[in-house]
């Protein structure tokens, strides 16, 4: 089924956080959940997302962070804003993502208000792009 509805990828390992995020983002976005390096890429494969809302602590190998790198490096990804909402609250883990290349780093809890309004301002942001 088609929809006007931008398309999120919601990278998160908590499950109790995927369902919420979820429920939350439907009305607004079209959502797909991973937790892990794999399940990342396996779904920027199958879709095109206009945001990605990426979590440092996920499952495997790699954390938010080193994933965010990479697709900041990849000309095929680089565009997707990222915003990164986290338990890592300190000023040296906003510094940190920033300079892996989110676009917005959010640290919980953080008011739904504002993450809907970030999520919508970036993926409002990345269609202007094109």
């Given at each position: 089924?088609?929809?006007?509805?931008?398309?999120?990828?919601?990278?998160e390992d908590d499950k109790e956080n995927q369902r919420f995020l979820r429920m939350f983002l439907r009305k607004n976005f079209e959502t797909d959940i991973c937790d892990s390096e794999i399940?990342?890429?396996?779904?920027?494969?199958?879709?095109?997302?206009?945001?990605i809302l990426m979590d440092i602590s996920l499952k495997g190998n790699k954390n938010g962070l080193e994933l965010t790198r990479e697709l900041k490096a990849d000309p095929e990804y680089k565009d997707i804003p990222i915003v990164c909402l986290t338990?890592?609250?300190?000023?040296?883990?906003a510094q940190n993502a920033i300079e892996a290349g989110v676009d917005f780093y959010l640290s919980k809890p953080v008011d739904n208000h504002v993450l809907l309004e970030t999520l919508i301002n970036a993926a409002q942001g990345k269609k202007g792009k094109k």
């Open positions: 089924m088609e929809t006007n509805k931008p398309r999120i990828l919601i990278t399940s990342l890429y396996e779904n920027l494969r199958v879709h095109k997302y206009d945001v338990a890592h609250a300190f000023k040296k883990d």
